[in-house]
């Protein structure tokens, strides 16, 4: 399985970016696709998460209200939409891929490289 991250880049505060997880190979409804970040010095940390199989979505509390996770089965694609970003939110942002709903980035087998995401003015 081969993950691939995209729609990065410097974004001022208050704007709202689309990242986009393109994924190959098989998935199956029990998949979970997540997304995680990881600001330089810190741990990576959860983001959001959702199943292939159902609408089920979860948030961490830093981002509930703010961004959307969603996706398109039949273009094996997940979105992280952004709205209302702080500098806080600058990170790298990985998509990754597990068995089983988890918070923990241990528990995700696939991961894609990640993209940049600069909230600067």
């Known amino acids: 399985v081969q993950l691939q991250a995209y729609g990065g880049g410097l974004v001022q505060p208050g704007g709202s970016p689309r990242l986009s997880c393109a994924t190959s190979?098989?998935?199956?409804?029990?998949?979970?696709m997540g997304w995680f970040r990881q600001a330089p010095g810190k741990e990576r940390e959860f983001v959001a998460a959702?199943?292939?199989?159902?609408?089920?979505?979860y948030y961490a509390d830093s981002v509930k209200g703010r961004f959307t996770i969603s996706k398109d089965n039949a273009k094996k694609t997940v979105y992280l939409q952004m709205n209302s970003l702080e500098p806080e939110d600058t990170a790298v942002y990985y998509c990754?891929?597990?068995?089983?709903?988890?918070?923990?980035?241990?528990?995700?087998?696939?991961w894609g490289q990640g993209t940049q995401v600069t909230v600067s003015s």
């Open positions: 990754a891929k597990a068995n089983a709903l988890s918070t923990l980035p241990r528990e995700y087998r696939d």
């Open positions: 190979g098989h998935t199956f409804s029990s998949h979970v």
């Open positions: 959702i199943r292939w199989g159902r609408a089920s979505t």
